[in-house]
């Protein structure tokens, strides 16, 4: 309690103020600043950790709380979430804050701080792999190549890793037009939004990218392949070195991996029952961009009513300047109905599906084209989810019956798995000139909802020019989203609306979030706003 300090010789315990029996109290709040012996640094190892979700303990650099702490705890902690953290502090130091509320208490805390000597951080081992169903097709972007996987041991940083060098030698001419890395930190999961270095060979520089613990980081190697790459061209990458400045951290090559390139969908092609067709059901031509795509792709769906559940898979390739377009051949969104009549649970904790799934397809649009069900046992008739970034739904008609429970569908929904993963958003989702009829929601837009640890929220949604009628609890749902724009919409409630209907629910908007010019009327003309 209070403001306290302690120097540290050795090994000590750290408790809450309730001991390692009982509970901490609303009293136990101060700073408690603990110091190392001469020339050592501070490491806490947590042991047992479990507070009030609102009470955050504050681990800061050094003998203060100036600037951002370097560690946020509440709640429980078990496992591999229990950390083990090393002063980066010129004085070796570090200083806990803790402030309880007045709610409930927990367990609080049990901790080993020792005072130890510094050893820089430094390269243990090195580890580059394929990454799993790794695909190069010509013009693709950004394709993951491989996954580089660095053991860091040591104790005291901040260290840049500035440099990694890779050797392509072997590498077809004309091929390869640069290569890019990411980084995941100490995540297993291919991430393509944390990019640390581009560059046209191997070269990759990766200015201000340091790390301050120890651990297993994972990097994620990925390829520009030339748009006129030649055929039956390869790929060979190794990795020659990293370093820190001009401090060389590895120089052992690893053994070079070897990719080839092969050929993709590109090209128009025809969805329906005439002889003409390419593909007798949507779901046949979704299935075909599984192998990848070497160029835009464009689906025409001949003019019937096609009843099937669709899913469309991650496709290989796909990108800004070979994007996949499904529409009606005839450009009128009343002439492809894409339904499905009957909705069967896998069971309890299984995932959920819509009659239109979206499982990891990036640059994919929907255009006039309707999707419907009479089952009101849908979770959703449309579901993105898997990192689905940049859909669009372009002139459709998305209906169902009015909703009028919890349990109804909601037309369209951005899913996002809870777990503490980021990045795993549907980034860049547009809606665009399109009819929403009935179901309990309309549109529900967002990402991870999780804000300790924080994690890159959804961006980028676009709702514009769109008309919502007859929802049951709300026409826009939006949570967790950044830099939204919502322009132009009518929306109009229905009889079936609940006394809580929203026209609009938007909730931790931030960034450049743009609403303006929609019109929303609540029961049937007796009360209209716009903005």
């Not at 400045?245 to 969908?265: I, N, R, V």
Request: aromatic share 10%.
């Amino acid at each position: 309690d209070g403001d306290n300090t302690v120097p540290v010789t050795g090994t000590m315990f750290f408790y809450d103020n309730g001991g390692p029996d009982a509970k901490y109290t609303t009293d136990a709040k101060g700073t408690v600043t603990f110091t190392p012996a001469e020339g050592e640094i501070i490491c806490m190892d947590f042991k047992q950790f479990y507070t009030n979700i609102n009470d955050d303990f504050l681990v800061y650099e050094g003998t203060g709380t100036d600037g951002n702490p370097r560690l946020s705890l509440s709640s429980s902690k078990t496992g591999d979430d229990l950390p083990v953290i090393y002063s980066n502090a010129a004085d070796g130091a570090f200083t806990v804050a803790f402030n309880p509320t007045r709610n409930n208490t927990n367990d609080g805390w049990y901790i080993e701080v020792s005072s130890i000597k510094p050893e820089d951080l430094n390269v243990q081992s090195v580890e580059l792999t394929p990454y799993e169903g790794a695909t190069l097709l010509r013009g693709s972007r950004k394709t993951p190549l491989a996954r580089l996987k660095v053991v860091v041991g040591g104790n005291h940083g901040p260290v840049p890793f500035s440099g990694f060098e890779f050797d392509t030698n072997g590498t077809s001419a004309g091929t390869l037009e640069g290569l890019s890395l990411s980084s995941s930190l100490t995540i297993d999961g291919y991430d393509d939004v944390n990019e640390i270095a581009t560059s046209a060979d191997g070269s990759l520089t990766a200015p201000g990218h340091a790390l301050s613990e120890p651990g297993t980081y994972y990097y994620w190697l990925r390829a520009d392949i030339a748009a006129d790459a030649p055929a039956n061209a390869h790929v060979a990458v190794a990795l020659s070195s990293i370093k820190s400045g001009e401090k060389t951290l590895f120089d052992s090559a690893t053994d070079p991996l070897a990719f080839s390139l092969t050929s993709g969908l590109n090209g128009t092609y025809t969805i329906g029952r005439s002889e003409n067709a390419d593909y007798a059901s949507i779901q046949a031509a979704a299935d075909a961009l599984a192998s990848g795509i070497d160029g835009p792709v464009t689906f025409l769906i001949e003019s019937g009513n096609y009843q099937e559940k669709v899913t469309f898979p991650e496709v290989p390739g796909a990108c800004e300047e070979h994007p996949v377009l499904f529409r009606s051949a005839s450009g009128n969104r009343s002439d492809v109905t894409v339904h499905y009549d009957r909705y069967v649970s896998n069971g309890y904790g299984t995932p959920e599906y819509g009659v239109i799934t979206v499982q990891g397809t990036d640059w994919l649009t929907l255009e006039s084209i309707t999707v419907t069900s009479p089952s009101m046992d849908f979770p959703m008739l449309v579901k993105l989810e898997n990192v689905s970034r940049h859909f669009t739904m372009r002139d459709c008609h998305v209906y169902t019956e009015p909703g009028t429970a919890f349990s109804h569908p909601t037309l369209v929904e951005c899913y996002v798995n809870s777990d503490k993963v980021p990045n795993r958003n549907n980034d860049y989702a547009t809606f665009t000139g399109c009819l929403f009829e009935g179901g309990w929601i309309g549109v529900q837009l967002g990402g991870t909802s999780i804000v300790k640890p924080a994690l890159p929220v959804e961006t980028g949604g676009r709702i514009e020019d769109c008309t919502f009628v007859g929802q049951g609890s709300k026409a826009i749902y939006i949570s967790s989203e950044a830099s939204a724009s919502i322009l132009r919409n009518y929306i109009e409630s229905g009889m079936n609306a609940q006394s809580s209907y929203y026209g609009m629910d938007i909730y931790r908007a931030s960034g450049d979030f743009l609403v303006e010019g929609n019109t929303i009327v609540h029961g049937y003309g007796k009360s209209t706003s716009s903005g």
